[in-house]
């Protein structure tokens, strides 16, 4: 076995994917919410996501309250495709501990489609909900 092979998983199923180099990430059967917003545009929150290394945890304020998170990577190509949530310093929030958001222009849908970042995206780190 070569050093430095990257191990990823490969899904089975309807399967959320890395837009740049293809890696499976996510499954869309562990989508929780597709209410999520985030700097360009939808994001969707997934119970699981795999083949991603996680970043420096920070406390970012957001639309819903403050929440410690973690960027998210690629594990195969390096690129941004979310975060991860650590912990949620409100009650009505803690629900999201544990869960990842992906932002849906960094991946690839289950049929192979893109998302394009819209332009009259919020600026800032947002997270809100359409309620």
């Not at 390096?78 to 992906?102: F, M, N, P, R």
Request: charged share 25%; glycine share 10%.
């Amino acid at each position: 076995e070569k050093m430095g092979r990257i191990f990823s998983v490969n899904l089975e199923g309807k399967i959320y994917s890395c837009k740049h180099c293809r890696t499976h990430i996510a499954l869309m059967d562990d989508i929780v919410s597709k209410s999520f917003h985030c700097r360009h545009g939808k994001a969707y929150l997934f119970s699981k996501v795999v083949n991603v290394t996680v970043g420096t945890k920070e406390e970012r304020m957001m639309m819903t309250g403050l929440h410690t998170v973690a960027d998210i990577f690629c594990v195969r190509c390096g690129s941004i495709v979310g975060w991860t949530y650590e912990t949620a310093h409100q009650k009505d929030q803690k629900y999201k501990e544990g869960k990842s958001v992906l932002e849906r222009y960094k991946i690839s849908g289950p049929d192979g489609s893109n998302y394009w970042a819209s332009h009259e995206a919020h600026v800032g780190g947002s997270d809100a909900e359409d309620v």
